[in-house]
């Protein structure tokens, strides 16, 4: 038996409570200090002591994992905590991590418009190259968002595996501990996600009223190894090691028996690039998108009412003019509102699932989060109509439309955005 | 393995209690009941008093009567049996916590009020606990239940005739009545009345916590009970709307008064204003800042579009909930808030105060801090301009109005547990 630990770090730049009356005062969309203070904690607690003991197990153990690391926290790790970003350098350099590929500011776009999705691919693609000199090879969406509309997409995109969600109503009577493919692209493996197992760790390892509590790693190994099939895929957020589950639950010490304790259960730690190599057992569909989110599966959690739907359309609707205007500084503020988390702070699905909602928005009511982010729409609306109407007084021409398939784009003009990017970066 | 082997003849504790309160007669004494209404309380003690009824209990309501106070002395000048389970003696007294102030109105500035009470007021409560004395020995019940500290004298008073339970209510502190400028007097009455009690009902956790911090009330010795809300009254709510079709109408529904927050609310309008060409407000209520909320509008230059009602009838207040988009309660202090949950009953979204007791029990709510003007302006424009938004917040309240929680019963069944533990101690 084999087991494929993977990882999702993210931290999106919160949107501040930002009213109808700083619509044109030029007043900052984001809570800088605040997303500061929250990085500097989750790392603090997470990220830097989950990161360093991952690259001593890799050393000592051999263990190997794999992480997707958002661009907008890397992006966000650059500025507020450096020594973060080294250690996860280190971790991947040492062969401790495989990183896998996603968009580039962890959105929605896949649901929404093909062309943003392709480019966000692409600039998540460009940014770890830039930072950690790997080009992933296997691919998972934001929330393991999938589709088979999907699926080809992410096929064309030059992929050769994808994460999705082991959803009971997708396998049936059928395992999520094979490799699959996917129906709609068949040369595209398909990892689902065993959620009992991850959900074990994920939400339960702290539960006191649990009957398996306290979760031991040599009895954790044991479940793993009596599962019936050829590997059991455990994906979580990373920030379960340690912050979701406090460091006082004792999951770090649970991380660090880990290793040895699949070990002595003959299980053997794989990583997705290696399983995207196994010949497929069976075909998977999923004909409407399906998440790894609460109970429903779906993504009713970010596109579940008027308000995330309306709020959704409107950030698209601007797609075009924005880009037009060739500002690198108006379009990545534009992709970091396309970030999933601003959609999820407005769900009102109250019971049951709206308890984790609850924990993880920084808003006191979704209403409020709904407010605030489409204030800033229509100042971001305000934005560009004044920057066409100041280019035009200029005498120079805005790019005309975004061209309709961004594959096409000229790639010097790629190279140069990227460079003034990294430039800037180092100011 | 169950089975009649298994049955032990021991007496069971849990049993004997579900026979006592199988039907309890209970003996409650109120300050505000219709027709008497300042605030939410009659509303919502009259909604307790028809659940209790509801699940089979009798209730003998004992409220004040200021009408016919000054002739002859305390005493009951009607009894009147509502239902065969509710009967309602009316005390002649003057008793009332909002008697109309005969001070001069406060200039702009506020808080400069010293007190909101009658003189009398500490002669007027012994004289009610009086009348409880009597009233106690002539209705034999088996518990008491008071109402704020006005009553906290009667119930007393009438455990020491009866010897049964005394349950003792609070639905606004002595510190959410009069802000900075509470009464000593009233202060310890209120905290002796809560210690003295046998069990506590607090109407929001806010107000648990105020008595439990302040008063030195032992927690576990309260209970938390939000109110609940009945259907509307009868008659035709239906009214189109004065200012034509097509005007948002944001409104307050309250008492003018410091607690209630109807300056920040005018102060907001003007930010809204400023920025809405055709919005409207009406403040629905009356109160002794009438005249300085007034002369505020002038000043702001806002006064033809915010309009004054003055006192409002129950129907009126009805109907201003169906013809408002929206209703703002920025409350100062507000130990529950009814306006809220009878605003969403009418299908209106409310913006209100996050410290309000009633933020506590529904979700879909847009919450504000009162001193935060900008931020109310805010979302009133936000909701006024914005039909999702307003079409969202309509429909995910009217499933929870929906909601078992805040149904009319709802009050009742945890007040009977309430009673349950009064009796057999916890």
Known sequence: MDACFYFQLHQPRR??????????????????????????????????????????????????VAMSISGVLVEQMERATPDTLKSLQALVAGGGAELLSETSHHSLASLRNADEFADQVRLHRHMMKRVFGVVPRVFRNTELIVSDGLTPVVKALGFDAMLVEGADTVLGWRSPNHVYASRSAPSLRLLPRNYRLSDDVAFRFSARDWSEWPLTADKYASWIAANPGDVVNVFMDYETLGEHQHEGSGILDFLRALPGALRRAGVRMVTPSELATRKPVGLLSYPGPMSWADTERDVSAWLGNGLQHAAHERLYSLRDVVLGTGDLELIGTWRALSTSDH????????????????????????????????????????????????????????????????????????????????????? | ???????????????????????????????????????????????????????????????????????????????????????VLRVASPLSPYAASSLPPAPWGRRTRPTAYRDTL????????????????????????????????AGHEAREVSGRPLVAHIHATEHDRSGAWTHPGILARERDGLRDADRVIANSHVTKRHIVDEYGVAADNVDVVHWGIEPPDDGDLHLPSPFGAGVPIVAFVGR?????????????????????????????????????????????????????????????????????????????????????????????????????????????????????????????LAVVNDPVLARELRERTNEEMHDLRLGPDEPARLTVESYELATTGP
């Open chain 1, 15 to 64: 949107v501040r409570r930002y009213q109808v009356f700083d619509i044109g005062s030029g007043a900052e969309y984001f809570d800088a200090a605040k997303n500061a203070d929250t990085l500097r904690r989750v790392a603090e607690r997470c990220y830097l002591p989950a990161t360093r003991l991952l690259t001593e197990l890799a050393r000592t153990d051999g263990a190997r």
């Open chain 1, 343 to 427: 959609f999820y702070y407005m769900s009102t699905k109250w019971h049951a699932d709206g308890d984790v909602h609850t924990y993880f928005s920084p808003y006191a009511t979704p209403y409020e989060a709904y407010i605030s982010y489409m204030n800033v729409l229509r100042d971001m609306e305000q934005r560009v109509a004044g920057l066409k109407t100041r280019l035009k007084t200029e005498g120079r021409r805005p790019e005309t439309k975004a061209p309709a398939r961004s594959s096409r784009k000229p790639k010097a003009a790629k190279a140069k955005a990227a460079k003034a990017m990294a430039a800037k970066r180092k100011k």
């Open chain 2, 1 to 87: 393995m169950s089975g009649a082997g298994n049955l032990r003849l021991r007496p069971c504790p849990r049993l004997r209690v579900a026979t006592i309160i199988s039907k309890m007669r209970v003996l409650m004494f109120g300050w505000e009941y219709p027709p008497y209404a300042a605030g939410g309380l009659a509303t919502a003690t009259l909604a307790l008093a028809n659940g209790l009824v509801r699940r089979g209990h009798a209730v003998t309501m004992v409220v004040p009567f200021p009408a016919a106070a000054g002739e002859g002395g305390v005493r009951v000048v009607s009894a009147s049996d509502v239902s065969a389970n509710l009967r």
């Open chain 2, 122 to 153: 500490f002669e007027d409560v012994s004289d009610f606990a009086v009348a409880a004395r009597r009233i106690a020995a002539e209705h034999p019940h088996d518990i008491i239940h008071v109402h704020d500290w006005m009553t906290y004298a």
């Open chain 2, 256 to 380: 003018l008064a410091m607690q209630k927050g109807p300056d920040y609310f005018i102060e907001a309008a003007a930010k809204v204003v400023a920025r809405h060409p055709t919005v409207c407000f009406v403040v629905g209520g009356a109160g002794d800042m009438l005249p300085m909320l007034f002369d505020r509008c002038i000043a702001l230059g806002i006064a033809h579009r915010v309009y004054f009602t003055g006192g409002l009838t129950r129907v009126e207040t009805e109907r201003l909930y169906r013809i408002a988009s929206v209703v703002v309660m920025p409350s100062v202090s507000e130990p529950f808030g009814l306006v809220a949950l009878e605003s969403l009953r009418a299908g209106t979204p409310v913006i209100i105060s996050r410290t309000s007791g009633v933020a506590e029990a529904i979700a879909n709510l847009v919450t504000v801090e009162f001193w935060d003007v900008n931020d109310i302006a805010d979302k009133i």
